[in-house]
Structure formats: structure tokens, C-alpha cells
Antibody
Framework: QVQLVQSGAEVKKPGASVKVSCKVSGYTLTELSMHWVRQAPGKGLEWMGGFDPEDGETIYAQKFQGRVTMTEDTSTDIAYMELNSLRYEDTAVYYC?????????????WGQGTLVTVSS | EIVLTQSPATLSLSPGERATLSCRASQIISSYLAWYQHRPGQAPRLLIYDASNRATGIPARFSGSGSGPDFTLTISSLEPEDFAVYYCQQRSIFGGGTKVEIK
């Protein structure tokens, strides 16, 4: 059974960066396709990006291109999401989630979420 | 880019009643869809994948149907723990959500 445990809440100032981690257990990172989804207060779920197993590269939503970097440390099975140049509207709960590809693509396992608050 | 439109935005029902949630894709890119339940303060939980397959451990009162562009999530008899927000998803796109609240 896959378990994803994320790092704790963060408070950052506008313009700063935040790096959220997601520790995998039950499987290795190399066996999974890790993605990141966020939810701003009062809003719905928003996909940010993740590992595309078809071409072996990380893909990002256009909205976050140039501002987000997703990396993986396969020696420790920890995935990271770093978001730069933080804005007030980046205040959100950030989730890591594993993408499963069957007849369609869906997010099978989720981390517990990390609240990132951007405040001056 | 596809848009997934969920309706209604809010569904007010009593425990034991049947809930029917809809999700419509703006264009047909897939015959399949996933549904998630999201309770406050918790991670989203996969309920249905490939439009009609229940995920592991999901009770039989949850069922999914449809094949594009219209999909439906049905909860046959609402339990207290089912009052939550539900999202549909195709590829990287999520619908706006339907909140199922206690009437």
C-alpha cells in the first residue's frame, strides 16, 4: 500500500520560495508517477505538474511554467515541489498524488496536504 | 483545453436519500473519467476510475456511469460521512466540484 507523507505547513513572504516534500513508503518512487495538485481557499483542485511516464520527463501546467520545479530523490524516495516568486494567490494546500494510468489517468494515492501561506 | 462542468454546484439532501452528480466535458477526449471525494481538512480520495470502476475500499453505494461527454456519480443512500465536495477529473483537468450538504 502506497503512503505519502508531506512536510509541514509553511509561511512565506511574497517573492520568497517554498519547497514541499513528499515521502513515499510502500513503493519506490521509481515505480510511481508523482504529481502535485493544489487547492486555494474556497477554490477547487488545480493540477500543477508531474512526471510523465510516457516520455520520462516532468511536465508542468502552463500557469506555473518557469516558477515551479518538481524533483525526486530516488535514494530516499522523497519527491519535492519548489515554487518560486510566491504571490498572495499561491496561498493554498499543496498535495502530492500518484498518477495511475489504466484506460484513463487518475490520481490514486494522495498525501495529507501541506498548507503554504503567503503573507507579508 | 477541455473544461469539465459539474452540476449542481450544491446538492442539499438528507441522510438516506439518493445523490446524483453530473459532470460534462466540453469536448470528448476520453470515454473515461475519475471521481474524488474531498472532506474538509483531508486529502481527496479516489472513488471511481475509468468512469465506472470503484477504487479499493469504496462502498458499493457509490457508482459511476457515462462514457463522454456526460458522466454521473450516484450515491444510492447517503451516509453522514458522505457529505463532502466531489470532483470529476480527466487527464490534468478537474471539474469545479459539487458540494453535497445536509438539508
Amino acid at each position: 500500500q502506497v503512503q505519502l507523507v508531506q512536510s509541514g505547513a509553511e509561511v512565506k513572504k511574497p517573492g520568497a520560495s517554498v519547497k514541499v516534500s513528499c515521502k513515499v513508503s510502500g513503493y519506490t518512487l521509481t515505480e510511481l508517477s508523482m504529481h502535485w495538485v493544489r487547492q486555494a481557499p474556497g477554490k477547487g483542485l488545480e493540477w500543477m505538474g508531474g512526471f510523465d511516464p510516457e516520455d520520462g520527463e516532468t511536465i508542468y501546467a502552463q500557469k506555473f511554467q518557469g516558477r515551479v520545479t518538481m524533483t525526486e530523490d530516488t535514494s530516499t524516495d522523497i519527491a519535492y515541489m519548489e515554487l518560486n516568486s510566491l504571490r498572495y494567490e499561491d496561498t493554498a494546500v499543496y498535495y502530492c498524488a500518484t498518477l495511475r494510468i489504466a484506460a484513463s489517468e487518475y490520481f490514486e494515492h494522495w498525501g495529507q496536504g501541506t498548507l503554504v501561506t503567503v503573507s507579508s | 483545453e477541455i473544461v469539465l462542468t459539474q452540476s449542481p454546484a450544491t446538492l442539499s439532501l438528507s441522510p438516506g436519500e439518493r445523490a446524483t452528480l453530473s459532470c460534462r466535458a466540453s469536448q470528448i477526449i476520453s470515454s473515461y473519467l475519475a471521481w474524488y471525494q474531498h472532506r474538509p481538512g483531508q486529502a481527496p480520495r479516489l472513488l471511481i476510475y475509468d468512469a465506472s470502476n470503484r477504487a479499493t475500499g469504496i462502498p458499493a453505494r457509490f457508482s459511476g456511469s457515462g462514457s463522454g461527454p456526460d458522466f454521473t456519480l450516484t450515491i444510492s443512500s447517503l451516509e453522514p460521512e458522505d457529505f463532502a465536495v466531489y470532483y470529476c477529473q480527466q487527464r490534468s483537468i478537474f471539474g469545479g466540484g459539487t458540494k453535497v450538504e445536509i438539508k
